[in-house]
């Protein structure tokens, strides 16, 4: 599951609160949508919470 938001703030806090509630197969999109309509690239997998725009 990819949680995203505008900016990437909120859904940093929402990918807290799943984790912490168990949930395993979840990341952030950690730099919100706004990047993504303005660059669409590639999304990869950064590290173990954040998913980023592959430039």
């Known amino acids: ?3 995203h ?4 703030d909120r859904s940093s ?4 609160l ?3 509630h168990g949930f395993k197969n979840v990341r952030n999109y950690a730099n ?3 990047e993504w309509a303005n660059e ?3 999304m990869v997998v ?9 430039a």
């Open 1 to 3: 599951m990819v949680i």
């Open 5 to 8: 938001c505008q900016s990437g």
């Open 13 to 16: 806090i929402a990918y807290s």
């Open 18 to 20: 799943l984790a912490r």
């Open 32 to 34: 919100g949508m706004s």
């Open 40 to 42: 669409q690239p590639q």
């Open 46 to 54: 950064k590290d173990e919470k954040n998913v980023v725009m592959n």
